[in-house]
């Protein structure tokens, strides 16, 4: 398969047919194009099972001031936590790979130009991303129109997830770029995006107030729960400023993940580190 897409790319070094042979590595597989689809439909299913759990406890909602537009919302953001981590994995499995089995150092020898490379394969898995997560939760909202109420506000949040989701992807990329080893960049990935959010909020309850404060302020800047406080842009529990800090956070997420992966990559000797 790497001297195919290396003769693809051999034809021509444009940006747009590094973008397609890329696209094709990556996505037009059949496994990817299965686990995609199968990703979907679990995030789907996720949204279903909750809201027909929240269903039978509407009375105490509407007691406590919740409304049925805001349980829908919660069911679109559980399904936005199921798809960027279920995505964030495969991108790290998927780019990992690429440099245990050569396929990696096989396109660099016809695709010399290191940053046109790796600005297409960023720009593949943002887009495998935008449009999976697009799919899915428009499904989703029209799922549940009659809940949800204002189509304008539930595409908003569906465009913010898109942007939550495609900034995870992206750390996870950078994650299997500097590692390059499909278990460390795996356990990285879930570190970032699982373990230090949990990690830092058991913490922050043991420490002193202001130094609690600062681990919970730390805590809201990572990846994961950045994309959680973006995608429930629509819900009841999101402030202006939690929102406007979780951008600022999600564009310097991405600036990271951009610039660790180019310099990862320019590193990238062109063997098994």
Do not use: H
Not at 19 to 24: G, H, K, S, T
Not at 104 to 114: D, S
Not at 223 to 230: F, Q
């Amino acid at each position: 398969m790497s001297s195919s897409i290396a003769g693809t790319a051999a034809t021509s070094q444009s940006w747009g047919s590094v973008f397609v042979a890329e696209f094709r590595r990556i996505v037009l597989r059949t496994r990817t194009l299965v686990a995609l689809a199968i990703f979907a439909a679990v995030s789907v299913l996720v949204t279903v099972g909750l809201t027909s759990v929240t269903d039978w406890t509407q009375e105490q909602a509407a007691a406590e001031g919740v409304s049925i537009p805001s349980l829908a919302f919660m069911g679109l953001g559980l399904s936005v936590s199921a798809l960027s981590f279920t995505l964030g994995l495969l991108c790290v499995s998927s780019s990992a790979r690429d440099y245990a089995d050569g396929a990696a150092a096989a396109t660099l020898t016809v695709v010399p130009k290191r940053g046109k490379l790796l600005f297409a394969r960023t720009v593949v898995w943002a887009v495998v991303a935008a449009v999976v997560t697009f799919v899915t939760l428009l499904a989703v909202v029209l799922m549940y129109m009659s809940r949800i109420g204002n189509f304008g506000d539930a595409l908003m949040q569906v465009a913010c997830s898109m942007l939550g989701v495609c900034m995870l992807v992206m750390v996870a990329f950078a994650c299997a770029t500097l590692l390059k080893r499909g278990s460390l960049a795996v356990l990285a990935f879930l570190g970032v995006d699982l373990l230090l959010p949990m990690a830092f909020s058991l913490v922050s309850n043991f420490l002193p107030t202001n130094v609690g404060e600062v681990i919970r302020t730390i805590t809201k800047a990572l990846p994961g729960e950045v994309c959680s406080t973006v995608s429930s842009i629509g819900g009841s529990t999101t402030t202006p400023d939690a929102l406007t800090f979780a951008m600022v956070a999600l564009v310097a997420w991405i600036v990271v993940s951009v610039v660790v992966s180019y310099f990862s990559f320019n590193r990238y000797a062109g063997a098994s580190d």
